[in-house]
């Protein structure tokens, strides 16, 4: 069976990164924008991540320009607008697709793994996060408007878990 840290996707600068050196954390993964009404969680995402990262915990963005064309930047502009304006210091990766025919390999396998409402897998807006076990499963899918903070308890549960 794939999990969801058998992939490979490209980082921010373009290296190519193997996820599954991410084994034994709980992932949080995002697709973000950066001119997006849910762009301010960026700053959420960073609490999170600096409240967990030295407890086995990874938050991974995705820009995506798919909706509203709100992720128009290159990879070295979203770079410097996250670090400058939201302080990010989580991996950012390269902009990639999450619906349709060039969707991101890792993005299918999430959408087929944790669908949406009523069984749909098309994720519908930026901020769309995938809560990951260590082992690589998908927990759970959380829609645009669920704010990082939100998580922590999913985190904290995973965490825990001795899987």
């Known amino acids: ?3 969801a840290l058998d992939f490979k996707a490209a980082d921010i600068s373009g290296t190519p990164v193997d996820l599954a050196m991410y084994k034994g954390q709980v992932v949080l993964v995002v697709n973000t ?3 997006c009404g849910y762009t301010p969680q960026y700053k959420g995402l960073e609490v999170v991540y600096q409240q967990f990262r030295n407890k086995g915990v990874a938050v991974l963005g995705f820009p995506c320009n798919q909706f509203g064309g709100q992720e128009p930047g290159s990879e070295s502009e979203i770079g410097a607008f996250c670090e400058k304006n939201y302080g990010v210091t989580f991996p950012l990766f390269a902009k990639i697709d999450v619906n349709g025919d060039n969707a991101h390999p890792l993005f299918q396998h999430l959408k087929k793994a944790a669908p ?3 069984g749909t897998e098309r994720i519908k807006w930026n901020f769309t996060k995938f809560l990951i076990g260590k082992d690589g499963s998908v927990y759970k899918r959380y829609a645009p408007m669920t704010k990082p903070e939100e998580l922590v308890e999913d985190i904290e549960k ?3 878990d001795k899987g």
């Open 158 to 160: 995973l965490l825990a």
């Open 33 to 35: 924008a950066s001119a």
């Open 1 to 3: 069976m794939t999990s």
């Open 116 to 118: 949406g409402l009523l």
